[in-house]
């Protein structure tokens, strides 16, 4: 299955690091991060999982909670585990689903069978509050993810979800902002009493509107 930004992410029961998880239940009202790694006790996965792990707080400060998922089992994610705290300096501090019949997998999308047939891929999917995902990410088992990154886009959807605003190419926490185009001058000096330059009509920008 094909997951798209706009649909409702698909809910599942699972065992997990941290018992039963249901996924929407786990989430409440906050956002949430699901990835999938292609397998325990290999390198880029336990500097990814650990990387997660250290920036756990990062995520609660944005009101966001992490779930990890493979298709190793759970006895193996807690196997792992002392790897990961050994090696990367934080243990799992997020449930990590055991996948091992692959729901989560076929329902998220996460095998791609050309690029490896038996396991997931690096996905990561954001899911906001209502349940809708906003972002997809892939990538291939040989190159690990950047937090920075994942917490970059994380916050332009907050902002943008907030405010009638997108983030410019190259935008970090504290940049200007984008005026959206269905906004007119006339109701942007309200909304963003901060002001905004006109580089084109099209093309306004405002300092960020939430600091
Ligand atoms: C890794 O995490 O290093 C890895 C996992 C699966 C395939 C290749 C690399």
């Known amino acids: 299955m094909t997951i798209q930004l706009g649909d409702t992410a698909p809910d599942f029961t699972a065992d ?6 249901r996924l929407h239940e786990y989430l409440g009202d906050s956002w949430g991060i699901l990835f999938s790694h292609p397998a325990d006790f ?3 996965c336990t500097t ?14 944005r009101n966001t909670k992490l779930i990890g998922v493979s298709v190793d089992g759970v006895e193996s994610h807690k196997g792992w585990s002392s790897d990961i705290a050994e090696t990367q300096g934080t243990a799992l501090n ?24 038996t396991a997931t891929v690096r996905t990561v999917f954001i899911i906001a509050p209502d349940k809708t995902v906003r972002l997809t990410l892939t990538y291939p088992a040989s190159i690990g993810r950047n937090i920075d990154e994942i917490i970059r886009v994380l916050d332009g959807l907050q902002l943008s979800s907030e405010f009638p605003v997108s983030t410019p190419v190259n935008w970090n926490d504290g940049d200007d902002v984008i005026i ?22 099209y093309l306004r920008t405002t300092p960020q509107p939430n600091r």
Do not use: C, W
């Open 48 to 61: 990814e999982l650990g990387a997660f792990a250290n920036r756990k707080d990062e995520f609660t400060k």
């Open 16 to 21: 997990t690091t941290e018992g039963t998880v």
């Open 180 to 201: 959206s185009p269905a906004v007119s001058d006339e109701d942007a000096k309200t909304q963003f009493p901060k002001g905004f330059t006109t580089f084109k009509p």
């Open 94 to 117: 997020y449930p990590l689903v055991g996948d091992e019949d692959r729901t989560v997998a076929n329902l998220y999308g996460m095998i791609h069978p050309k690029a490896i047939a």
């Open 42 to 44: 290999t390198p880029v």
